[in-house]
């Protein structure tokens, strides 16, 4: 066991090395057996990096860095993280920021070309540039001018590198839950007392895990999504963790994940793992879309029937693509207002297929809507409740066109694509693409034959017997999804 100022590291039980590329490059692996609940290694939390931990905020004036909003979103931390890095070896995080990647595969750094390969999925709309550009011309590089002291005229970190310390943020960065001794001193505290606002980062917390660890505390991604985003922009922190960050992650495949207390972070084993296996952290088991985008890879898995794909992959159909297949079929003045109640309510602008062939509720709901005769329509409103997801052959027929209309958004056939997949020395942006694409086609196509083949099984019942139950017909409530298999 090695003890260092950060923290403690057995080297004869984890050693990290460079394993395929498909496996996720360099990595640790187990040096030893290990049962679950063994503990990696731990690290200090003062050696995690962020706006609470990096002495920038208070060189620059707490005042001063809230009026100028960076204690909101990811530009504080990137300031702090440009800032440590231009110290080189007199940061305690120099030698750490030396080691972290320069280049990514992220769309983010594609040219139109290869973007133009991810048309028709949700990656390309997601993508921020022009957000984090104008953060940049808005908000840091004004911040940068304001203070030559800290930020010598020579040497003013250009937007590249405020682009490349985001990314970095995106596929490396942990939410860690604030405790009462993590905060620092009370000056500290009033840095940033709401806490930065984490959109996407990338390792969070697992609620389940900090009710079983009950003092330890894990640091993955589910209950972040139970927090509000008031709670959580209170109770976390983005943060930078030297090595944790070295651990890659594959659906399905943790065998750890970093836990904490109220001083260290510790990666502890969440699987019994065998010498010579590589130890996966958790990513939170994302569709290839996310993670290529946040971590610019795909996981290509074994699936049924022979295929290769990933099976936490989605389909994202946004509620703009279900009403102008709406206005195709209907004639209708009144959607805008009701579209706006929609909203108004807090209803999904956005419906997510999933491998099951399962329609969302909601998206059902909202297709009702869209139909409601004026009566109805007038009573929706008044009692504030969106109608009852109940399927009728209106809604089931406008699911079809809009299922149509999604996959004409894609530039090529499922066929098409997997003759690509199959070619040699394929370029890394045009595979990944593809399997973005693929994955996402598979699921519209099956979920569409089914719709299908439902109408066409209605339709031959019509006038003879009524739909079977369980075929979600008119008068009958769903279970959570509807489900045509
Ligand atoms: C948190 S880092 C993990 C350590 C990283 N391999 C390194 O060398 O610094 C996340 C990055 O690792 C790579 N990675 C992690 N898991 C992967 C996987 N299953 N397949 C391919 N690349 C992976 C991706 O480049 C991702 O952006």
């Not at 940068?144 to 682009?163: T, V």
């Not at 604030?178 to 500290?188: C, I, L, N």
């Not at 999904?348 to 005769?373: A, G, H, K, T």
Request: some cysteine; charged content about 30%; hydrophobic content about 35%.
């Amino acid at each position: 066991m090695i003890s260092f100022v950060a923290g403690i590291i057995d080297l004869s039980a984890i050693g990290f090395k460079e394993f395929p590329r498909e496996d996720g490059g360099r990595g640790a692996i187990a040096l030893r057996n290990f049962n679950e609940g063994e503990i990696l290694f731990s690290i200090s939390r003062s050696f995690t990096l962020s706006t609470k931990t990096s002495s920038l905020p208070t060189k620059f004036g707490l005042k001063a860095w809230k009026e100028r909003k960076l204690d909101k979103g990811w530009s504080g931390l990137i300031l702090c993280m440009m800032w440590e890095n231009s110290l080189g070896s007199q940061s305690k995080w120099g030698p750490y920021l030396a080691t972290l990647p320069k280049n990514f595969d992220t769309p983010m750094f594609w040219n139109d070309t290869d973007l133009k390969e991810l048309e028709g999925t949700a990656v390309v709309g997601k993508l921020g540039r022009d957000d984090a550009e104008r953060d940049y011309h808005e908000k840091v590089l004004p911040a940068i001018q304001s203070r030559p002291d800290l930020f010598p005229p020579l040497a003013i970190p250009d937007f590249e590198e405020y682009h490349m310390m985001g990314s970095r943020i995106l596929s490396r960065s942990f939410n860690l839950e604030r405790t009462s001794s993590s905060e620092g001193d009370a000056e500290d505290e009033e840095i940033n007392p709401e806490g930065d606002k984490s959109t996407g980062s990338a390792m969070d917390v697992d609620s389940d895990a900090q009710e079983e660890a009950k003092d330890i505390e894990d640091t993955s991604k589910e209950a972040d999504d139970v927090l509000s985003e008031d709670e959580d922009e209170e109770n976390s922190v983005v943060s930078m963790v030297p090595m944790a960050d070295l651990f890659n992650a594959r659906y399905g495949s943790e065998n750890a994940k970093l836990f904490y207390d109220e001083l260290h972070l510790k990666m502890i084993t969440t699987k019994e793992i065998q010498a010579g296996e590589q130890i996966f952290n958790t990513y939170g088991d994302l569709s290839n879309g996310e993670l290529l985008r946040r971590y610019g890879h795909v996981d290509l898995l074994s699936l049924p029937g022979g295929m290769r794909g990933n099976p936490a992959d989605v389909v994202e159909i946004g509620a703009d693509l279900v009403l102008s297949t709406f206005s195709e079929h209907t004639v209708s003045s009144s959607s805008t207002e009701r579209i706006d109640w929609w909203l108004e309510e807090g209803g999904d602008d956005v419906f997510i297929l999933e491998m099951n062939n399962e329609i969302p509720q909601v998206m059902i709901s909202f297709i009702r809507l869209l139909y409601l005769p004026a009566d109805e329509w007038e009573k929706v409103r008044e009692k504030g409740k969106p109608p009852r997801p109940k399927l009728n052959s209106q809604v089931l027929d406008l699911l079809i066109s809009v299922l149509k209309n999604c996959l004409a958004r894609y530039p090529s056939t499922i066929e098409h694509d997997e003759e690509i997949l199959k070619s040699q020395n394929l370029a890394l942006a045009k595979f990944h693409a593809t399997v973005v694409r693929l994955g996402e086609r598979r699921i519209v196509t099956t979920t569409l034959e089914q719709l299908q083949s439902w109408h066409r099984a209605e339709c031959g019942e019509k006038g003879s017997t009524k739909r079977k139950q369980n075929s979600g017909s008119e008068g009958r409530k769903s279970s959570k999804k509807s489900k045509y298999a």
